[in-house]
């Protein structure tokens, strides 16, 4: 193997002593290394493939925000927004440091933010070389000169072999991932899933940027035309939210973490993608399943004894996943920003079959759908899961925001406003039934649909092009290019009217039952664009 890179950086200023370290590696590097320490497998399309190990997914319930002077007054704390004690992090975290040192390690000095006026500096600490490769491929990579001069604002501690003690550590099991806003940390051990990294970064940029810069964090993704119209996507795992933004006739701005500036501007806070990967298919996804080559990593897929990959096998588990670095997708926006703001889609997959497969909202309604960052999950999904379950979570991103949720709505709102933006809901969810009687809305007829919002060829908002749905209240296009008309109303789809509006009152109770926690903090119109009160 080549010899590896080391530069003389000291990790004393934060408690790590006598380490080896593996400073600043190229890709190529870490692969090797991964391979030679038997922790990876290189996969028959090139990528390397790992297995995060017993976590395989975020565990939201062990996510912590150091309680103190800078957070106390300003956060939401909640079952989502955990407090943690400061004596208690500084115990914790000392205990991490302790157990790097004198071990091989991996630092990588990098970006977030795309837009240099709003550029955060990070320096990653990995116990292990994928995890450190996740990095390179996920944040923005700094060119030979920054580095020379490079100081890091926030640090990141990633320790997956650590393991605390709940009864001395005040954690609520082994595993933790830990921010304090004070020493500007990210403290992460006892598991290996990458995707903890990045949203440590992501959690904290959400309150940076509206608290000190006046822009808007948003869980999105986005994609730029060949005349400068900005279209942004809003959405959970598993609603299209990579897929539909990887566009080959649009440039890729990034596929899930942006900001929107106060100058009207969208930026990526990203230098790469991590996708699902799912039921990934060449034919169906050809960008994405391109990028899957040397350099990115795969985690927790399943491989045939010659590395092909089965994309299909959920035997470890459903949030299969890749990172590879943008510009593995050939049509990309250079810089990772764009102006001009034309459309927002808000992406759902409604099991319950009942909302429209594309509509548009009001700003209230955008605002009240933004809160409510609506999804559903079906059977099969989690354990007790036997018909389709309303699944909430706070402007698409409710994990990693530390504000109010009203906040950001109210903050995209006037952005909403003052750039004239169109909001749209699109269902990539079920159609003709819920989920285990209907079925999935082809993603060729969603494109379309999205493709069709872009072009302006929906016509005018008005009574001869949209109906108004009864339950929802949210304006459904009659007719679309390259979309079945009778698939446009979901009610149609049915066959039975009795099962179809049973259904959506079901959902649209869900809805209000949800929108209780918020409706203290929401003003007047957000509250009215909620479902419609009627009742059979």
Same mark, same amino acid.
């Given at each position: 193997m080549t010899d590896l890179k080391t530069k003389s950086i000291s990790l004393i200023n934060l408690g790590i002593k006598n380490a080896t370290i593996r400073y600043q590696l190229? @890709? +190529?590097?870490?692969?090797? =290394?991964? %391979?030679?320490?038997?922790?990876? =497998?290189t996969s028959s399309l090139g990528a390397i493939a790992v297995n995060t190990g017993e976590f395989t997914g975020r565990s939201p319930k062990d996510r912590f925000i150091v309680k103190d002077a800078v957070t106390k007054d300003e956060f939401w704390w909640s079952d989502i927004n955990l407090p943690f004690d400061s004596q208690k992090f500084d115990v914790l975290y000392t205990k991490v440091t302790d157990?790097?040192?004198?071990?091989?390690?991996?630092?990588? +000095?990098?970006? #977030?933010?795309?837009?240099?006026?709003?550029?955060?500096? %990070?320096?990653?600490? &990995?116990?292990?070389?994928?995890?450190?490769? !996740?990095?390179?491929?996920?944040?923005?990579?700094?060119?030979?000169?920054?580095?020379?001069? !490079? @100081?890091?604002?926030?640090? *990141?501690? &990633?320790?997956?072999?650590?393991?605390?003690?709940?009864?001395?550590?005040?954690?609520?099991?082994?595993?933790?991932a830990i921010l304090n806003f004070t020493k500007k940390i990210a403290l992460?051990?006892?598991?290996?899933?990458?995707?903890? %990294?990045?949203?440590? =970064?992501?959690? #904290?940029?959400?309150? =940076?940027?509206?608290?000190?810069?006046?822009?808007?964090?948003?869980?999105?993704?986005?994609?730029?035309?060949? +005349?400068? +119209?900005?279209?942004?996507?809003?959405?959970? @795992?598993?609603?299209?939210?990579?897929t539909l933004s990887t566009d080959p006739n649009r440039s890729l701005i990034g596929d899930d973490e942006h900001g929107w500036t106060a100058e009207n501007t969208v930026f990526n806070f990203e230098g790469g993608c991590y996708a699902k990967v799912i039921n990934l298919s060449q034919k169906q996804e050809p960008e994405i399943y391109a990028a899957i080559k040397k350099g990115a990593i795969l985690e927790n897929v399943v491989l045939d004894k010659n590395g092909v990959v089965d994309f299909s096998d959920t035997s470890i588990t459903q949030n299969t996943r890749v990172s590879y670095p943008i510009d593995h997708i050939e049509n990309i926006q250079k810089p990772s920003k764009g102006k001009n703001p034309k459309n927002i889609f808000f992406l759902t997959a409604d099991a319950f079959g009942v909302l429209p497969p594309i509509s548009k909202l009001t700003p209230s309604q955008a605002a009240y759908h933004f809160i409510s960052g609506y999804t559903a999950? *079906?059977?099969?999904?989690?354990?007790?899961?036997?018909?389709? %379950?309303? @699944?909430?979570?706070?402007? !698409?991103? #409710?994990?990693?925001?530390?504000?109010?949720?009203t906040r950001y709505a109210e903050m995209l709102s006037e952005k909403m406003q003052e750039a004239g933006v169109n909001v749209w809901l699109i269902n990539t969810g079920w159609s003709g039934g819920q989920y285990g009687v209907g079925r999935r809305m082809p993603l060729k007829y969603t494109r379309a649909m999205i493709s069709a919002v872009l072009n302006g060829d929906l016509g005018d908002y008005s009574y001869d092009n949209y109906h108004i749905h009864s339950v929802f209240g949210v304006a459904q296009p009659r007719t679309c290019p390259g979309v079945p008309s009778e698939l446009l109303s979901p009610r149609s789809t049915w066959n039975n009217d009795d099962a179809y509006y049973k259904t959506a009152f079901k959902l649209s109770n869900a809805f209000r039952l949800n929108f209780k926690?918020?409706?203290?903090f929401a003003n007047e119109e957000i509250r009215r664009g909620g479902p419609q009160r009627f009742a059979l």
């Open positions: 190229t @890709s +190529d590097e870490l692969h090797a =290394i991964t %391979i030679e320490k038997e922790q990876g =497998i157990y790097l040192s004198e071990k091989e390690i991996f630092v990588r +000095d990098s970006y #977030a933010c795309a837009d240099e006026n709003y550029q955060l500096s %990070i320096r990653v600490v &990995n116990e292990y070389p994928w995890s450190n490769m !996740f990095a390179h491929n996920m944040f923005l990579r700094p060119s030979e000169a920054e580095l020379k001069g !490079f @100081s890091p604002e926030w640090t *990141v501690i &990633n320790a997956p072999g650590f393991k605390a003690n709940p009864e001395e550590d005040g954690t609520r099991q082994s595993n933790f992460i051990g006892g598991t290996g899933y990458t995707g903890e %990294i990045k949203k440590g =970064i992501f959690s #904290a940029l959400n309150f =940076i940027l509206p608290v000190f810069k006046k822009t808007l964090p948003m869980h999105c993704s986005a994609n730029i035309g060949k +005349d400068g +119209d900005t279209a942004i996507f809003f959405g959970l @795992s598993g609603t299209g939210k990579t999950k *079906v059977a099969g999904t989690e354990t007790g899961v036997t018909e389709p %379950i309303p @699944s909430f979570s706070a402007c !698409f991103g #409710a994990p990693f925001m530390p504000l109010h949720p926690q918020f409706e203290e």
